[in-house]
């Protein structure tokens, strides 16, 4: 399985985000975390802004359309999408592919 991370400003539209990359069956999980706050340079600018953290479960097989996907519909003009390699149980991992 595939655990891809990427933030957003705003609770709706980590909603909206997950909401989205499920039904087109993208994803079989989204967790939108609590927010939080993130620090980085934009521009040249130091920024600090507050964010709301998505991990997306899905497959190897659909990894690159979840990153496609998020490239063409984050709010972002430079959107965080991390792609992590993640081992789970026979279970979790026979849902997920029920799921999608």
């Known amino acids: 399985m595939n655990i ?3 933030s957003i400003d705003d609770k709706s539209k980590a909603q909206a985000i997950a909401k989205a990359l499920v039904q087109a069956k993208l994803a079989a999980c989204v967790q939108i975390s609590a927010q939080g706050e ?3 340079m934009w521009e040249g600018k130091l920024c600090q802004e507050a964010e ?9 097989a659909l990894k690159d ?3 496609v996907w998020l490239e063409a519909n984050h709010a972002y003009d ?5 792609t992590l390699n993640a081992e789970a149980s026979e ?5 997920l592919k029920y799921n999608l």
């Open 4 to 6: 891809i991370l990427t």
């Open 38 to 40: 993130s620090v980085y």
């Open 52 to 60: 709301y953290y998505l991990s997306i479960k899905t497959t190897a």
């Open 65 to 67: 359309k979840v990153v």
């Open 78 to 82: 430079t959107p965080e999408i991390i």
């Open 91 to 95: 279970s979790y991992n026979n849902w």
